[in-house]
């Protein structure tokens, strides 16, 4: 895998490309001279880690023939104060309507989450605490 990044300006604005020629903007905090173009690298850890145990959660849910209507995440994560403000833990909210039976859902999620995303187990490898819930049709199961 390889992704290649070019810098868009004489501030802190980039390009990266990945896989298919996709196309990525990536800026800084305005404290070191971002834009607003861009998302912010830390941003993307947290959007990596909802796209890659969410690909899995709607896979699973699929494959059981459940239907869902909607589907989103709210992640929050917290950062350490010290230098480099790493994440110290991460929370995810995955929002299901459909026609959902909710110990599959509970199930998928915990497969999703904790077997098969790459990005969780690196991110849990260096020491950051991932929790996640879930809400079908409005309620937190």
């Given at each position: 895998m390889?992704?290649?990044l070019n810098r868009m300006n004489d501030a802190v604005h980039f390009e990266a490309?990945?896989?298919g020629n996709i196309k990525v903007q990536i800026d800084g905090s305005p404290e070191i001279g971002g834009l607003g173009l861009g998302v912010?690298?830390?941003e993307m850890i947290l959007m990596a880690l909802a796209s890659c145990s969410s690909l899995d959660l709607v896979s699973i849910l699929k494959k059981q023939r459940q239907v869902i209507e909607k589907f989103s995440v709210a992640v929050d994560g917290k950062r350490r104060e010290q230098i480099p403000t790493i994440f110290t833990h991460i929370?995810?909210?995955?929002?299901?309507t459909g026609t959902l039976d909710a110990p599959k859902v509970a199930k998928a999620a915990e497969l999703?989450?904790?077997k098969y995303c790459s990005v969780h187990d690196m991110l849990v490898a260096g020491g950051v605490n991932i929790t996640y819930s879930i809400e079908i049709n409005g309620n937190v199961i």
């Open positions: 390889k992704v290649e490309v990945g896989t912010r690298p830390m929370h995810l909210l995955f929002k299901l999703a989450v904790k």
